[in-house]
């Protein structure tokens, strides 16, 4: 059956502490990739869904972001919407 | 006075919790199953410690969706008492009752240790027994209790006195060191426009006898006592009752 999947990226807001982004900055450092100077480290999840046009799609799955998969007082999310190759 | 306790699947402070308020304060207290749909008469609703469906997600995004937390909403809507401690309090804060959020220590580490947090609020059911800059010691354990909020937040909570606990240390200021977890402003913990609803990452519950570490937290729950027993004489918006003299 044909379907969707949904890419969903879920990261700390900015100005929002994120300690494991910091961690793993130093620990890149340690290992001599000083070039970087910023790290931050999210969530990503795949959603596969019936394809019940896109549009609706998009619109139920910022609902399930802004209700469940992400907070918004700390993190923000991105989607990215395609077929489902498998 | 009525306590209820709510067990979620991962809950792991359910049990003191239960046993502070029949065996401690002498009270009635019922466990509410996380699938109840209603409070079964409870005066006080606590949310205890633990890791509620896991922890998976984010601490406490499961939990908040749950049937028994609809009916803690109606209850805090209505003006009832509501306390989350520890994962209860990141419950309360999923679920909007409670402004901000709890996200990993700024160290990284799961922090088990006795802490000391000041009073800095006595104007709740929960702290209206202590005095203002009173310092207690209670235990801490939690990798998620750094509260975090934007600033407007953390502002509007400091200009309306809704910082209810703030780590500090011994001499009771609220220094970097003293502060077990990152939390902005050094929070311990807050409660919500109205006042009945009020979460903290310390263990109250654990601090409630000499032989296993102290009676700090005994004030609290002593507090919830005499706030319940007042209302008790009161109508249903809180008017007093016509004296019958």
């Known amino acids: 059956m044909p379907g969707l999947l949904a890419r969903v990226y879920v990261t700390p807001k900015r100005g929002i502490l994120d300690p494991q982004g910091k961690a793993v900055q130093h620990s890149l450092h340690a290992l001599g990739f000083t070039e970087v100077h910023d790290v931050k480290v999210g969530k990503y999840i795949e959603l596969r869904l019936r394809d019940a046009g896109r549009e609706a799609a998009g619109t139920r799955i910022r609902e399930m972001c802004e209700r469940l998969l992400a907070n918004g007082v700390i993190e923000d999310f991105r989607v990215e919407l395609g077929e489902d190759g498998h | ?245």
């Not at chain 2, 019922?30 to 998976?56: E, M, N, R, T």
């Not at chain 2, 499961?62 to 509501?82: C, I, L, Q, W």
């Not at chain 2, 909570?157 to 703030?166: A, H, N, S, T, Y």
């Not at chain 2, 990452?201 to 032989?211: D, K, Q, S, T």
Request: charged content about 25%.
């Open chain 2, 1 to 245: 006075m009525r306590w209820g306790v709510v067990v979620f699947p991962g809950s792991n402070d359910d049990r003191d919790a239960l046993r502070v308020a029949e065996r401690v304060l002498g009270d009635q207290a019922v466990a509410l199953w996380h699938k109840d749909q209603d409070l079964k008469g409870a005066d006080c609703v606590i949310l205890p410690g633990g890791f509620s469906y896991g922890d998976y997600l984010r601490c406490g995004a499961m939990a908040k969706f749950s049937p028994v937390m609809e009916a803690v909403a109606r209850h805090a809507r209505d003006g009832g008492r509501v306390l989350g401690f520890c994962n209860g309090f990141q419950i309360l804060c999923e679920s909007g009752l409670l402004p901000g959020a709890l996200v990993r220590n700024r160290s990284l580490s799961f922090v088990c240790d006795v802490v000391t947090v000041r009073v800095e609020t006595t104007d709740t059911f929960f702290t209206r027994g202590c005095g203002v800059g009173e310092l207690l010691r209670l235990p801490i354990k939690h990798g998620e209790g750094c509260y975090v909020a934007d600033e407007g937040t953390l502002a509007a909570l400091e200009r309306e006195d809704r910082v209810v606990f703030r780590y500090v240390d011994v001499n009771g200021r609220p220094a970097a060191d003293a502060n077990p977890n990152g939390s902005l402003g050094n929070v311990a913990g807050v409660c919500n426009a109205g006042r009945n609803v009020v979460g903290l990452m310390p263990h109250p519950e654990h601090a409630v006898e000499r032989l296993t570490g102290g009676e700090d937290g005994l004030r609290l729950f002593r507090s919830v006592q005499a706030s319940v027993r007042e209302w008790a004489g009161r109508g249903p918006a809180g008017e007093p009752l016509a004296s019958t003299s």
